[in-house]
């Protein structure tokens, strides 16, 4: 049986006309834990990203910096290289568009499709916008001469020249048909649902060349012009792939498994332009094109270079490992776990640098910290720092791995990072409640020793296995969590094919001292500062500390009138549900005695739907209504904040809906 082509996995290649931030390091983070993942299944695997150099907007960057253009894209593509390197992200290869390989293909590219009749001459006349790079008929402008796209509605101006076409009208039944044959290739489905509206709408044939302004791949024997910038750039996956000139390379690459991108680039570009031209020269198309959603603000709008409301990956990291006394390797790490698991893939998500940190404790510093050191220090005090021998292994924790380890896998290949590590969390929930309900500090005292040394293997080996499957997130931390249950750096490298199996630690093997992964932070003593608060982070000027530690102001106290104000009351909840458009909120149906109200909670991370319900629950009743992510909430739960985690308030015992609260 023949060995399967290498994994080809691609981030898209990002323009340098600024520094990178979050949202540009989630996209090559996810493709870098995608390599890792199946690099641990055995399969060997290849992870391009790199930088998109000769667009207009590029060029007008470096003028407005007043760099000479050659010197402002070598630093700012040294400037993503150290960062990807800064966030543990090890990428193949790193191309950039002004490299001959890329420039070689793009005009090989251009040659062949001439040659077949798919690029031809003709006389463009429509809007261009420079910021989007992107031309628009006057349909869909209409009246005012601004950019259509809603995250940027800058002016357009107007175009007027002869051009080169490509043919892309004669591709839209031949892409329909391949949509429709390959359920997987566009991913997730509504934005496939997106490109064949965008689809049936009528493809019109695509100006590819501007005029020649000094900056730009020139057009194959005609160097008035330059070829157009998506044209260009979207050749970049081939062209790293070997094409046209090693077709050794070519073929053990392409096609690639998997395109990943935010939202912006798909439909248009990589979804729909980028499979015509590939077809177009008898190419195969990528196996999958997944795009995820934006890091957005409280009121839903993109984040990102053009808000400034994003900072800088590597700042943010050295920030979180100064305010948690962290190392830097961890705070890496601890930034990498967060971006994947306060985005919700596939939709949008708001970036708040207050939530990324109450996760950080709630879930690095506590869940996961306190079954590592729980489970280890257990094993100092009552098994001599070594891996006891177990009575047996216990079916309900067997089982509990083996389904955290099946959501993983379903969860990272459909591409949903936080669903993967919510699978993992689960599994570390349910062992911090096995600890309490084992006790095996009472076993002790009673004299159990065989339960004791049942119960710690049980803690020692199920963190053995959450923390293989965190390798490919947060690899320096999982391997200290390895570490802490006796796997050390020595032995054979980790396996997704072996090392999952329950039964994996050596019975008498040698623990180190306990020691914390995971520091937490003092929430109290840190605030979000005011550049952070009016968006002056980052992007492109070396930032001042996002994040300040102070002492805690004193609180502000209220008199007796402005408590009797607000009005609580004691509800039943007789409906819960997710929300659809968040993945943190619930919507409840709550009865407060004569009238029923929906109730949206962010604490769907606490609670599932169904254990809500019956339950009653402390409403505040006289607030306004406010409209969340397209729900209107009629007031909210009263909740404990332990440690970032919401714990809903309730009577002692049963009283009748909608009692007042004194």
């Known amino acids: 049986m023949s060995e399967p082509k290498t994994y080809y996995i691609t981030t898209p290649i990002y323009y340098v006309n600024g520094k990178p931030h979050i949202g540009s390091a989630l996209s090559t983070l ?107 008929r006057d349909s869909d402008v209409g009246e005012n001469p601004k950019c259509p796209n809603a995250e940027c509605g800058k002016p357009l101006q107007r175009v007027q020249e002869e051009n080169y076409f490509f043919r892309l009208s004669a591709y839209s039944d031949r892409l329909l048909a391949h949509i429709e044959a390959n359920p997987g290739f566009l991913q997730p489905e509504f934005r496939r649902n997106e490109v064949i509206s965008f689809i049936k709408q009528g493809l019109r044939d695509m100006s590819i060349t501007r005029a020649n302004t000094g900056w730009g791949i020139p057009v194959p024997d005609d160097p008035t012009r330059v070829i157009y910038v998506w044209f260009d ?104 776990y967060l971006l994947l698991r306060e985005m919700v893939f596939p939709g949008d998500s708001e970036f708040d640098t207050d939530s990324f940190l109450r996760r950080y404790n709630s879930d690095l510093a506590n869940d996961l910290g306190n079954l ?47 669903a993967a590590l919510e699978a993992v969390w689960r599994l570390i929930g349910s062992m911090n409640r096995y600890i309490e309900e084992k006790a095996p500090w009472k076993l002790a ?8 040394d049942d119960a710690i293997y049980h803690c020692l080996e199920a963190t053995r296995i959450a923390g293989t499957l965190l390798l490919p997130v947060m690899p320096t ?35 180190p001292p306990p020691e914390p992964v995971f520091p937490r932070i003092d929430l109290a003593a840190v605030q979000t500062a005011p550049a952070q608060k009016e968006k002056k982070l980052v992007t492109d000027e070396p930032a001042e500390s996002s994040i300040q530690v102070q002492e805690p102001e004193r609180p502000e106290y209220i008199g007796i009138e402005d408590f009797l104000k607000v009005q609580l009351r004691v509800g039943n909840v007789t409906a819960a549900e997710k929300h659809p458009n968040a993945d943190k909120l619930l919507k409840l149906t709550v009865e407060l005695g004569d009238e029923t109200r929906t109730v ?63």
Not at 79 to 106: C, G, M, N, Y
Not at 390 to 406: G, K, N, R
Not at 650 to 659: D, I, K, L, M, N
């Open 30 to 136: 996810c493709c870098d834990v995608l390599a890792r993942y199946h690099g641990l299944l055995g399969r060997k695997t290849w992870f391009l990203t790199g930088t998109d150099e000769q667009a207009t907007k590029v060029h007008e960057a470096a003028v407005a910096a007043g760099i000479p253009v050659e010197e402002f894209v070598d630093g700012l593509a040294a400037e993503f290289k150290q960062t990807w390197t800064s966030l543990d992200i090890h990428p193949d290869d790193f191309i950039r568009t002004t490299e001959p390989r890329h420039t070689l293909a793009v005009q090989e590219f251009f040659r062949r499709l001439q040659a077949t009749g798919d690029v031809y001459k003709g006389l463009y006349e429509g809007w261009y916008c420079v910021s989007d790079e992107t031309f628009f």
């Open 233 to 336: 750039a979207l050749i970049n996956y081939i062209a790293a792939a070997g094409w046209p000139n090693d077709p050794d390379q070519f073929a053990e690459l392409w096609p690639a498994d998997v395109h990943l991108m935010g939202k912006e680039i798909f439909v248009r570009f990589h979804a729909t332009l980028w499979p015509a031209m590939l077809m177009a020269l008898g190419l195969a198309v990528p196996t999958t094109v997944y795009s995820h959603g934006w890091w957005v603000d409280a009121e839903g709008k993109k984040e990102g270079k053009r808000t400034g409301g994003l900072p800088h990956p590597t700042e943010f990291a050295a920030e979180i490992a100064r305010v948690s006394g962290c190392n830097q390797a961890i705070g890496v790490d601890a930034l990498r």
């Open 372 to 418: 590592c050191n729980r489970s280890a220090n257990m094993a100092a005090r009552y098994c001599d720092s070594r891996v006891p021998q177990p009575v047996e292994a216990d079916p309900i924790v067997t089982a509990m791995c083996a389904d955290s380890v099946t959501a993983f896998h379903d969860a990272i290949r459909e591409f949903r990072f936080n």
């Open 445 to 452: 005292k009673q004299g159990e020793t065989r339960a004791v």
């Open 477 to 511: 931390a999982a391997r200290c969590v390895l570490a802490q249950v006796g796997l050390g750096d020595e032995g054979a490298a980790p396996s997704f094919v072996t090392d999952l199996n329950w039964g994996g630690l050596e019975v008498g093997s040698v623990l």
């Open 600 to 662: 949206l909670a962010g604490i769907a991370e606490m609670y599932q739907p169904d254990e809500l319900v019956g339950r009653q629950v402390v409403v505040v009743a006289n607030l306004a209504p406010r409209k969340m992510r397209g729900i209107e909430s009629q007031g909210m739960l009263l909740a404990a904040d332990v440690e970032g985690q919401a714990i809903l308030l309730r009577p002692e015992t049963q009283v009748p809906s909608g009692a007042r609260v004194r």
